[in-house]
Nanobody
Framework: QVQLVESGGGLAQPGGSLRLSCAAS????????IGWFRQAPGKEREGVSC????????YYVDSVKGRFTISRDNAKNTVYLQMNSLKPEDTAVYYC???????????????????WGQGTQVTVSS
């Protein structure tokens, strides 16, 4: 069974850090572009970051550049999103997703991803 499971969400103070994990089962993550998305209440889903399947090319939405870092651990079949200097506006449900069609690059466009995790809540508040 092909599945993605996110973990690592929770409550953080402004300026704090969290590390999200996206673990795959039933398939090998390093053959797929992987994206992180988030959706806040009343807002559309937003592409936050992604990493390509080939050379590890990454993408970050402007609002998280310099604060978030995406990485892979192929041995653990897991992709991470390290989130530093968190802000209240980072509060959202975060999802990871994999793509069967993106080859050699990745994108923050949700329609290009076909397998999704269930999401993990991130709340940034004092």
């Amino acid at each position: 069974q092909v599945q993605l499971v996110e973990s690592g969400g929770g409550l953080a103070q402004p300026g704090g850090s969290l590390r999200l994990s996206c673990a795959a089962s039933g398939f090998t993550l390093d053959y797929h572009a992987i994206g992180w998305f988030r959706q806040a209440p009343g807002k559309e889903r937003e592409g936050v970051s992604c990493i390509s399947s080939s050379d590890g090319t990454t993408y970050y939405v402007d609002s998280v550049k310099g604060r978030f870092t995406i990485s892979r651990d192929n041995a653990k079949n897991t992709v991470y999103l390290q989130m530093n200097s968190l802000k209240p506006e980072d509060t959202a449900v975060y999802y990871c997703a994999s793509s069967d069609v993106l080859v050699g690059f990745c994108t923050g466009v949700a329609d290009m991803y076909d397998t999704w995790g269930q999401g993990t809540q991130v709340t940034v508040s004092s």
